[in-house]
């Protein structure tokens, strides 16, 4: 099993900075993604920054250029640089993992911290 845990949220101005972090702990057989996630009020929870295991990285059309996704091996932790914030930037970002649980796992599973709340005033 994989635990995540996000930290790094909180208030700021719009055109100011966050950066997330989220530690994972545990193991799973095969780690095949990570990623960032967030939920605004009445919408649904959609991908914004994925990181895979080759390091490439893809990224949502509303966050390109101004989020930087990154990982830190030796520390376990994952990162979500955020620059350039926008009102609506504001939601809960929640961080993901997927991957295989076990050998014989016929299909992955996904792991989520309990996610942050991001809030951009304007």
């Known amino acids: 099993q994989v635990q995540l845990v996000e930290s790094g949220g909180g208030l700021v101005q719009a055109g100011g900075s966050l950066r997330l972090s989220c530690v994972a702990s545990?193991?799973?057989?095969?780690?095949?993604?990570m990623g960032w996630y967030r939920q605004a009020p009445g919408k649904q929870r959609e991908l914004i920054a994925g990181l895979s295991t080759d390091g490439s990285t893809t990224y949502a059309d509303s966050v390109k250029g101004r989020f930087t996704i990154s990982r830190d091996n030796a520390k376990n932790t994952m990162y979500l640089q955020m620059n350039s914030l926008k009102p609506e930037d504001t939601a809960v970002y929640y961080c993901?993992?997927?991957?295989?649980?076990?050998?014989?796992?016929?299909?992955?599973?996904?792991?989520w911290g309990q996610g942050t709340q991001v809030t951009v005033s304007s």
């Open positions: 545990g193991s799973i057989f095969s780690l095949k993604s």
């Open positions: 993901n993992a997927n991957g295989l649980r076990t050998p014989w796992a016929v299909k992955t599973s996904d792991y």
